[in-house]
């Protein structure tokens, strides 16, 4: 993409000023997920970084609950890598099992977007594994960190409050 930053921000729409909010810690989004075998290790044990792929999934569904298409948000040009990553592993995921990824936002502040995380058995009884982890926009033709979020992922966010 060799696109200059203003033609990005004039195809995202971004909004005129910076967003700097505190989220709710009511609002929690849930990911249902099933222990398939290309999940796990040898013993049956849910390798470790497969937990950051169910992570991811249910943050890029949470968004598309919301009416952000995350693919169409990189073909644009602007994407949310991870600059931030606190996982604490509680319990082991086994094999077979379903448990509900849990996700809600945390704060925003400006460009950044921190969410926490959560994995729980499905009646929500055991703790498998609780995560924060914070986001930033980037211009991806330029690896530049964005001045703005887009304005519809921008809205989108805001309804979490």
Known sequence: ?????????????????????D????????????AQPHHTDYSGVVWHGTYLTWLESARVELLSSLGIDFAKLVFLGCDLPIVEL?????????????????????????VRIYWDQ???SENGQELFLTARIGLV???????????QLPANLNDALLKLK
């Open 1 to 21: 993409m060799n696109q200059d930053n203003s033609e990005i921000v004039r195809k995202l729409k971004l909004p005129s000023s910076e967003t700097n909010h």
């Open 23 to 34: 989220i709710p810690e009511d609002k929690w989004f849930e990911y249902k997920v099933k």
């Open 86 to 110: 606190s996982m604490k592993y509680h319990r082991s995921v086994t094999l077979g099992r379903s448990v509900v990824v849990k996700t809600r936002l945390f704060k925003m502040v400006g």
């Open 118 to 120: 959560e994995i729980k």
């Open 137 to 147: 926009g980037l211009d991806r033709s330029k690896g530049n960190i964005i001045r």
